[in-house]
């Protein structure tokens, strides 16, 4: 019984019912934390690893992305008489490694990750998903 | 003079001038009782639809106010800042496989929900709603809530048993102890308002609590037993099973207490239950300490609507504290709670009704 006698006031209670109630009322800055999602989004950290793109002009096919991926992610395939990286992100784990290994600067991580799929086989990001043009300036 | 809600309706359909007419038309028949079953049907069916639109009502705003507390969104897309979500999932419960487990007692674990639910809405029938809005002006109104509420842990208890699991059982052995230390400090000090007005009926108590002291504050009788309120608004807490007493629940422990094994319509039953029986706890307090369907009386607008109005809006300040304690607390534990309710709540309810006696015996007030 030492916690009733201890806490008879119910100060702590009230003071959470204080709380509550000014958010209830919305007293101070209280906004809401979370989004709608489907309909509005969070803005991701500029560093966020997502999906991979890959520079079409700097890739030279070499294949060291495919040595460093620690789960056998990316094979290097053909594509229009060059040979570009292939990813099965059904198998990536979004370490970034290959970014970090490719001797071009070729590849890089974007902020999508809206990544979900029906079939593992559309979880193959080949070239043609996975390309994307730098703009040159002159 | 109306008393109930069947004599309302006879002298609605009198004023239209319709009344005399439907009842020659079933007296030429020499079947007048059919007239009665028929307006004791309406009856019954204006009161289901207001009892389900209510749940509807009190199941988005609880989520609403949770999310708000949360500082959340809570339901959003289905209506108007996500209004018509009960209705959504209703759809949902009603579509969904009906399973029983092989190993339950089919026909208890069948017949719990219903139950259940029957016994809620029965407690509705000696609720006064406003002057005259009610089903039926009992002479044992309060004696008679006190019983029927003490029909749902035994429900409980076969819902849990029935089910055959352990945490079915786990939550209902802690929803029966949970209810029967909870009914007793309830019903002594639900007694100690009786000794004040010297009736059970419901429509006498709301009656005794008319008028005003010193010309402001009302006769109610929570100002003249702010401890019995407390006690009570505990007590009907602890019996609804709401947090900071959901035992029967539990989620964190047991799944989802007595409950765990029901899908589909059974689960909706037992949540139409739920909210059913928040909404008649809260009118109960309402009647008893908070002056009932009294107020200040406004012209024009007949008195059955004024004091609707005025029974709605108090019954919805009891259920509002009743969610913003939910918002708030967490749960006891259970010895805790058996603790309150039998070393404190019981003496200080045995206390009350003493000085109630002592002050009516006195004749002070």
Known sequence: MAWISRNWTMIGIIKGLIVTMKHILQVGNRKTVTVQYPYERM??????????AVDEDACIGCGICEVNCPNSTIQIVKYDTRWFPEFNLGMCLFCGLCVDACPMNALKMTGDYELADYTRESLVYGPERILFKKEVSK | MITNAYELIVAILSAIGVYDMILGYFQDMGMEFILKVIIVLVEIAVLLVFVLLTVMFLSWLERKMFAVVQARYGPMVTGPRGLFQPIADGIKLLSKEDIIPATADRWIFTLAPYIVFVSV??????????????????????????????????????AGWASNNKYSLMGAIRA???????????????????????SLSTVDIVNAQQGYWFGIIPKWFIFL???GFILFLIACIAEMGRIPFDFQESE????????TEYSGMKFAMFFLAEY??????????????????????IPIIPIQITSLIYFIIKTYAVIFFAMWLR??????????????????????????????AFVVTAGVI
Request: glycine content about 8%.
């Open chain 1, 43 to 52: 803005k991701v950290a500029p560093r966020f690893r997502g999906k991979h």
């Open chain 2, 121 to 158: 809405l029965l407690v509705y029938i000696p609720l006064p709603f406003g002057e005259s809005l009610i089903v039926s002006d009992l002479r044992v109104g309060l004696l008679y809530i006190i019983a029927i509420s003490a029909v749902t842990p035994v429900s409980i208890l076969l």
């Open chain 2, 176 to 198: 029966v102890a949970q209810d029967i230390s909870y009914t007793i400090p309830l019903a002594i000090t639900a007694i100690a308002v009786v000794v004040f007005v010297g």
């Open chain 2, 225 to 227: 037993q702010p401890l």
């Open chain 2, 252 to 259: 964190q422990e047991l799944v989802a207490g007595f409950f």
């Open chain 2, 276 to 297: 059913a029986h928040l909404f008649a706890v809260s009118g109960i307090i309402v009647t008893i300490f908070l002056g009932g369907w009294t107020g200040p009386a």
């Open chain 2, 327 to 356: 918002d708030t607390v967490p749960r006891v534990r259970i010895d805790q709670l058996l603790h309150i309710g039998w070393k404190i709540m019981i003496p200080l309810a045995l206390l009350n009704l003493l000085v109630a």
